[in-house]
């Protein structure tokens, strides 16, 4: 998980610095590759810190699409950190599991996210391809409807609480 996490921040940095410097805003591209280092180098040894050089991240590969032309290697950089910072956050969690326990873990971790990259790269590319045009009304109405049933399903995601004898959970007994 460790190494799909330094991967993703190389690809991030490099995609940005490729725009940027396709734009002539060189100096932007260096501050992306530097940023992306930084978080490759913090990963889950200080989450804090990996989730700020992800924002500051972030910020400059939009300084850089808004500088440049085109939105999908910004996208692709894009999705590549969110990707690496993931990785290094499930890596953390995954730190006390043994070996054999962690590889299935892995697999399906890697397989899902690879779905989710691949998805979300499809949606930025029929964005592009696709000129909609949206009163400001409506598009708030449309991120908000979707900020609602992302919500929706991650609490029916949720795995179930079994409550036991006076409607505690387990946890609660423990206590």
Known sequence: MRAASILCAVIAGFTVFAHAAASGESAIGILALGLAAVSAL??????SGATSALSAFIAVTALAASAGSGIL???????AALHGWDASLAASRL?????????????????SSAILAVVSL???????????????????????????????????????RILGPNNTTHLDEAQ
């Open 42 to 47: 913090l990963g889950s040894r200080a989450a």
């Open 73 to 79: 290697l910004p996208a692709i950089a894009i999705v």
């Open 95 to 111: 730190h006390g599991v043994s070996r054999e326990d962690r590889r299935p873990i892995v697999l399906r971790y890697v397989a």
């Open 122 to 160: 499809g949606l930025v590319c029929l964005a592009i391809v696709l000129r909609i045009r949206l009163s400001f009304g409506i598009a708030m109405g449309l991120a908000l409807g979707l900020i609602l049933l992302a919500a929706a399903v991650a609490v029916k995601a949720r795995p179930a």
